[in-house]
């Protein structure tokens, strides 16, 4: 599997390097809704209040915080050993969701990464000891409550869901269930590889997923698992292209994702992380409308968008197109309100 990934990596990096190369980095011209707030980092999530975010420093590396409107940074896992992190995102009480593997090897790093060694922490808001496992394993990002204590995870071709508890303040994890398998899911999707997302704001009892897969895994679509009903939703409508689910819009009418549907003459290997942030609707009719464009330089793309719990802003990643799925090379944020007044002028 790594062979094979380094060997996609090589021809994407040939392929992209055959677009021209005419545009500055976006990061010379942000637009004034869009501001810096570090230059490392990676896989943002917004605290509760919206006045921080948390954030890995790399792939296996460790996670901070930083306030948004000071600029303070914060270490969140120096206060331990451990081999390093892919995932980090808030509970509702405030503790952290980790995911990483107890052992790393620099020598074969992407295995820290699969789901057979990754696995799940809760890390207390004190930050005064290590994080707890709960004893199970993830592949890939976890979807976290912004209300309750629920957790829902993929691992193999299953999603499951449980709750956290704390017994004599130590967290378990509780009446965790397999919700579905990927053969359950309807075409095109049916047998695709799956990924957690967002619980869906408001009453939550819908998961929000993506699956991906065809030719190389190159294409993606955003799903829906009403957990009363026990019956999916496709929300992209768009068989042809790779959206890959990020952050819920709190009023639970939008979704964020990644997608390359502005550039729908690449097909195969470029296409698939030729990528900016789009806003879906939640309404099965699948309509878009691009937020970010830093792949108009082909060079960069824009990943990895959450939203503040009030609306108002996104918190996502830049970085170049040929990085490993992830990676980012900063945080920023975009300023929503302003975004929809001056998105028509652009």
């Given amino acids: ?46 605290s509760h209040n919206g006045e921080r975010v948390l954030f890995i420093e790399k792939t296996f590396g460790d996670v ?19 081999e390093g992190f892919v995932r980090a995102l808030y ?12 052992n790393f090897d620099s020598n074969d790093p992407w295995k820290s990464r699969d789901a057979r060694n990754t696995e799940l922490w809760v890390l207390s808001k004190d930050l005064k000891s290590p994080p707890t496992p709960l004893g199970v394993h993830c592949k890939e990002g976890p979807a976290v409550s912004r209300t309750k204590m629920n957790i829902a995870w993929a691992l ?20 965790w269930k397999p919700l579905f398998q990927s053969a359950d899911l309807p075409s095109p999707a049916k047998g695709w590889d799956l990924e957690t997302q967002n619980f869906r704001p408001q009453n939550e009892n819908e998961l929000i997923f993506y699956a991906f897969g065809g030719t190389f895994g190159f294409q993606a679509e955003v799903l829906g698992y009403d957990m009363d009903k026990k019956a999916f939703i496709n929300y992209s ?9 990020e952050g819920t819009f709190p009023d ?9 549907r502005h550039r729908p003459k690449y097909k195969g290997m470029k296409e698939f992380l030729t990528l900016d942030l789009y806003k879906l609707k ?65």
């Fill in 1 to 46: 599997m790594k062979h094979l990934y380094l060997l996609l990596l090589s021809l994407v990096t040939l392929s992209t390097s055959s677009f021209a190369q005419d545009g500055k980095s976006p990061m010379e011209d942000l637009p004034d809704y869009i501001s810096q707030v570090t230059h490392f980092g990676q896989r943002a999530d917004w």
């Fill in 237 to 245: 409508q768009s068989e042809k292209t790779y959206d890959e689910a």
């Fill in 91 to 102: 509970l509702s009480n405030g503790d952290i969701l980790l995911s990483g593997a107890k």
């Fill in 282 to 346: 939640l309404d099965e009719s699948g309509d878009v409308e691009r937020i970010t464009f830093f792949n108009d330089n082909p060079e960069y793309k824009a990943s990895n968008g959450v939203i503040s719990d009030d609306g108002r802003y996104m918190a996502f990643q830049y970085a170049h197109v040929e990085d490993p799925a992830g990676k980012g090379r900063g945080i920023l944020v975009l300023d929503l309100q302003k975004w929809e007044k001056k998105k028509g002028k652009r």
């Fill in 156 to 175: 193999g071709s299953t999603i499951y869901a449980g709750e956290i508890e704390y017994e004599n303040s130590k967290p378990k994890l509780k009446n």
């Fill in 64 to 82: 901070f915080e930083v306030e948004v409107k000071s600029g303070k940074i914060r270490p969140m896992t120096h206060h331990f050993f451990h």
């Fill in 252 to 260: 639970g009418l939008s979704i964020l994702i990644e997608s390359n």
